[in-house]
Antibody, heavy 122, light 113 residues
Framework: EVRLVESGGGLVQPGRSLRLSCSAS????????VSWFRRAPGRGLEWVSFIRSRGRDGAIRYAASVEGRFTVSRDDSKSVSYLQMNSLKTEDTALYFC?????????????WGQGTLVTVTS | DIVMTQSPDSLAVSLGERATINCKSS????????????LAWFQQKPGQPPKLLIYWSSTRESGVPDRFSGSGSGTDFTLTISSLQAEDVAVYYC?????????FGPGTRVDIK
């Protein structure tokens, strides 16, 4: 069974950092791209970042709203993806989801985690 | 960015009746060389993450009942539930994956009349 479990969310002050983790199981993690999405209170789903599989160049992209502040990475040996979030702003408050892309496509999302909540407040 | 819109915002349909949801993109998501529309549909129930129903605008994901179908091309798309079941009560989203940032519609809530 495919499982994606996010962790690392919590309450943090503006300007501080947080690192989210996404632990995957039930499939060959290295073969799939991983994307992160978020849903802020009262707002729609927003794509945050993706990282391709290393076999498909490992390319990384970010949404303009997080470019330069967030860094996505993956450790295929541990089947984990990370989202390092620096210089957090109140508008980063959201439920963050880790997702898997449907093999062999990079951008068709076929599984989502349950999400981890990030609250940025002073 | 490609802006996705959906209509209606919500609809209530009797059990066994047809439900139709429309989605429009601000620019074409058709990749002509492959004749593929980079458009997906998701279903989200309370307390659950989104579930993939349809991709390439009309390809049903494995395990999705055949009462769900997708159609359309370019900028206009439709998700149809041919015979609404009680378990179909949910919010439905369209999403384009043609161009980053990959954007979603605001969602359409489907209820039982």
């Amino acid at each position: 069974e495919v499982r994606l479990v996010e962790s690392g969310g919590g309450l943090v002050q503006p300007g501080r950092s947080l690192r989210l983790s996404c632990s995957a199981s039930g499939f060959t993690f290295a073969d799939h791209a991983v994307s992160w999405f978020r849903r802020a209170p009262g707002r729609g789903l927003e794509w945050v970042s993706f990282i391709r599989s290393r076999g498909r160049d490992g390319a990384i992209r970010y949404a303009a709203s997080v470019e330069g502040r967030f860094t996505v990475s993956r450790d295929d040996s541990k089947s984990v993806s990370y989202l390092q979030m620096n210089s957090l702003k109140t508008e980063d408050t959201a439920l963050y989801f880790c997702t898997r892309s449907k093999d062999p496509y990079d951008f068709i999302i076929d599984y989502w985690g349950q999400g981890t909540l990030v609250t940025v407040t002073s | 960015d490609i802006v996705m819109t959906q209509s209606p915002d919500s609809l209530a349909v009797s059990l066994g009746e047809r439900a139709t949801i429309n989605c429009k993109s601000s620019q074409s998501v058709l990749y002509t060389p492959l004749n593929r529309n980079y458009l997906a549909w998701f279903q989200q129930k309370p307390g659950q993450p989104p579930k993939l129903l349809i991709y390439w605008s009309s390809t049903r994901e494995s395990g999705v009942p055949d009462r769900f179908s997708g159609s359309g091309s370019g900028t206009d798309f439709t998700l149809t539930i041919s015979s609404l079941q009680a378990e179909d009560v949910a919010v439905y989203y369209c999403q384009q994956y043609s161009l980053a940032p990959f954007t979603f519609g605001p969602g359409t809530r489907v209820d039982i009349k």
